[in-house]
């Protein structure tokens, strides 16, 4: 399987770095920006680094090349 060169990989999540919004998939995990239910994209649920799980969620544009 091969891809583009050119979709840059994003950043990879920072547990413990999110904001309150970000931990609860209110806002994308890797941008900030809010989200809304229909266009968010769900990262799957994961034990933050002081062991509380967070529901981390990305705006389409950054799922698009966080994958
Ligand atoms: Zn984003």
Redesign the pocket.
């Given at each position: 399987m091969v891809r583009s060169s050119n979709d840059a990989p994003a950043p990879p999540l920072a547990p413990g770095n999110l904001t309150e919004e970000q931990r609860r998939g209110a806002a994308?995990a890797?941008?900030g920006?809010p989200l809304s239910a229909r266009s968010a994209v769900d990262l799957g649920s994961r034990p933050d680094a002081d062991g509380v799980r967070i529901f981390p969620r990305?705006?389409p544009?950054?799922a698009a090349t966080a994958r």
């Amino acid at each position: 399987m091969v891809r583009s060169s050119n979709d840059a990989p994003a950043p990879p999540l920072a547990p413990g770095n999110l904001t309150e919004e970000q931990r609860r998939g209110a806002a994308c995990a890797h941008c900030g920006a809010p989200l809304s239910a229909r266009s968010a994209v769900d990262l799957g649920s994961r034990p933050d680094a002081d062991g509380v799980r967070i529901f981390p969620r990305a705006c389409p544009r950054c799922a698009a090349t966080a994958r």
